[in-house]
């Protein structure tokens, strides 16, 4: 069990890179790095996402779903789920 930040505004799930390596969650390299930005459009502190986590099963009270999530540096918030697919 973990605590995540729940971000109805991201439109993807991150995962923090330490976190990830702690858990020994497999990740692998995405073949186009990306850059975060917030909501007005400037770039995040973080290097651009160069990988992703293999899915992995996410459950939440009676929901569960799978979901890959981008790899950043996020200390504070390990696990940010956001709404893939949305924008």
Do not use: Y
């Not at 973990?2 to 390596?21: E, G, I, P, T």
């Not at 009270?61 to 956001?82: K, R």
Request: net charge negative.
């Amino acid at each position: 069990h973990v605590l995540a930040l729940l971000d109805s505004r991201a439109n993807a799930c991150f995962m923090d890179k330490n976190f990830a390596q702690a858990h020994q969650i497999s990740l692998r390299k995405i073949p186009c790095p990306a850059s975060i930005v917030v909501i007005d459009g400037r770039p995040i502190a973080s290097e651009k996402i160069k990988e992703e986590s293999e899915p992995i099963s996410v459950v939440l009270d009676n929901f569960t779903c799978v979901v890959s999530f981008n790899i950043i540096s996020s200390p504070e918030h390990p696990i940010v789920l956001g709404l893939p697919g949305s924008s």
